[in-house]
């Protein structure tokens, strides 16, 4: 073979191995420059409005019913469904719980992977728990003040803009992130596909 041959075929292989390297380095190309430049996809396939990037939560400690104390972390390893409530558990309240209620019991295998947690703003009334005999394996605090007003606080939209807590549910990773939330009108449905295709995928919790 001619030496014009012989550098026209490794000019050849030059090409063909840069087109394989482009090939699989297009993609992580693409990401870092869409990454750099602020860019977010303008539907994704879940149906809550993520927090990107997932907020871990500080430690706060919290009174159950009972007078028992209670830290947020005691519900590490779970995915906590979280929702806020007045003392009488009012309309919108009730309706939280019985979402949540709903979105647990579909989750079937998954049951005990999954954790609801009421936070009460004010002093329980008498009648709370008679109305809650409807919703078994709920958990419930209330207090101190400053707990319930620090959680409220760091349950907040990705532009850090504070959300309307009494009339929306959050779901809390099993590391302790906020990492979804749903507002007031917020279709079961929705939310059990998220929660099914996270404990699909996660080995945590």
Known sequence: MSEQAENKVRAGNRIKILLVAGIFLAPAVTATILKLSGWRPAQTGNYGELI????????????????SRVAIGDYRRKW???????????????????????V????GKHHKR???LLVLTSKAS????????????????TGPAKSVRDLANQLQ?????????????YLIDPLGNFMMTYDR????????KDLGRLLRVSRIG
């Open 52 to 67: 990107l990037p997932p907020r871990p939560l500080t430690a706060l400690q919290f009174t159950a019913l009972d007078g």
């Open 80 to 102: 906590l469904m979280v929702t806020f409530g007045s003392g009488r558990c009012d309309e919108f309240c009730e309706k939280n719980i019985y979402k949540m209620r709903q």
């Open 104 to 107: 647990h019991i579909a989750t």
């Open 114 to 116: 999954v954790k609801r």
């Open 126 to 141: 008498s009648k709370l728990p008679k109305r809650l005999q409807a919703y078994p394996d709920l958990a419930v605090v």
């Open 157 to 169: 939209t990705n532009d850090g803009t504070a959300l309307d807590s009494l009339n929306r549910i």
């Open 185 to 192: 009108n917020a279709d079961p449905a929705g939310i059990r």
